[in-house]
C-alpha cells in the first residue's frame, strides 16, 4: 500500500537555526498539507499545497514557515530562525482531492523537531 | 468552517461496541463528514467517510441523520488496540482541515 514518508524522524537544532523537514506524498496525489502537534495538544493545520502553490495557510503560519515542491516527489517544510516553541511533531499528508468525495488525507509519520 | 463537538473521552471494555457521537450543527451542502483515528506518536488515519445515511467499511460504520448536523462513529467488539484518539472533521470546500480536539477513548480489558 502507497504511503507518506517522512525524513528526518527526528531533528534537534538549537534555536535560530533553520530546518527543512522533508516528505514524500503519494505518487497521484495532488494536493499536500502539513501539520503540527505540539505533545499532548490538537493536531493544528499549517498550509495546505496544490498546483505548485499555496492554498490555504493557518495564522500559525508566518513568514518563518516556507513550503516548497522542489521536484515532482518531495513536498518540504522550511523553519527560518527556529524558536523553543517551534518544538513539535510535524506531520505531512497528501489527498487526492480537496473537497468532498475522496478527500481523504494520508498522514506520514512525523518529523519531531526539537529546538534547543 | 463547520465546528464540531465531541465527547473528550470515553471509556469501554473490550468486545464492546463503542459509539461517538459528533455534532457539526453548521455543516455545510456539499460537505462530508470524515473520522480519524491516531495513536500516540503517529499520524492521524483515516477511518471512514460519508455524506448521508449509512456507510460501512472493514472497521467501522457511520450513521448520518437526515438533517446530517450530526454523525456517529460506531466501532463494533473494541479492543484494546483500538484505545486512540478518534476525530469527526467536516470540511466546508477549502483545504483548510482543523481537528478539534478529538475523543480519546480507552478500552479496558
Known amino acids: 500500500e502507497p504511503e507518506v514518508t517522512q525524513t528526518p524522524s527526528h531533528q534537534v537544532t538549537q534555536m535560530g537555526q533553520e530546518v527543512i523537514l522533508r516528505c514524500v506524498p503519494i505518487s497521484n496525489h495532488l494536493y499536500f498539507y502539513w501539520y503540527r502537534q505540539i505533545l499532548g495538544q490538537k493536531v493544528e493545520f499549517l498550509v495546505s499545497?496544490?498546483?505548485?502553490?499555496?492554498?490555504?495557510k493557518s495564522e500559525i503560519f508566518d513568514d518563518q514557515f516556507s513550503v516548497e515542491r522542489p521536484d515532482g516527489s518531495n513536498f518540504t517544510l522550511k523553519i527560518r530562525s527556529t524558536k523553543l516553541e517551534d518544538s513539535a511533531m510535524y506531520f505531512c499528508?497528501?489527498?487526492?482531492?480537496?473537497?468532498?468525495?475522496?478527500?481523504?488525507?494520508?498522514f506520514g509519520p512525523g518529523t519531531r523537531l526539537t529546538v534547543l | 468552517l463547520a465546528k464540531t463537538t465531541q465527547p473528550i473521552s470515553m471509556d469501554s471494555y473490550e468486545g464492546q461496541e463503542v459509539n461517538i457521537t459528533c455534532s457539526h450543527n453548521?455543516?455545510?451542502?456539499?460537505?462530508?463528514i470524515t473520522w480519524y483515528q491516531q495513536f500516540p506518536s503517529q499520524g492521524p488515519r483515516f477511518i471512514i467517510q460519508g455524506y448521508k445515511t449509512k456507510v460501512t467499511n472493514e472497521v467501522a460504520s457511520l450513521f448520518i441523520p437526515a438533517d446530517r448536523k450530526s454523525s456517529t462513529l460506531s466501532l463494533p467488539r473494541v479492543s484494546l488496540s483500538d484505545t486512540a484518539v478518534y476525530y469527526c472533521?467536516?470540511?466546508?470546500?477549502?483545504?483548510?482541515?482543523?481537528f478539534g480536539a478529538g475523543t480519546r477513548l480507552f478500552v479496558k480489558a
Open positions: 499528508a497528501s489527498s487526492e482531492a480537496g473537497s468532498g468525495r475522496d478527500n481523504e488525507q494520508f
Open positions: 472533521l467536516v470540511l466546508e470546500g477549502g483545504f483548510k482541515t482543523i
Open positions: 453548521n455543516i455545510a451542502t456539499n460537505d462530508y
Open positions: 499545497f496544490y498546483n505548485n502553490e499555496i492554498s490555504e
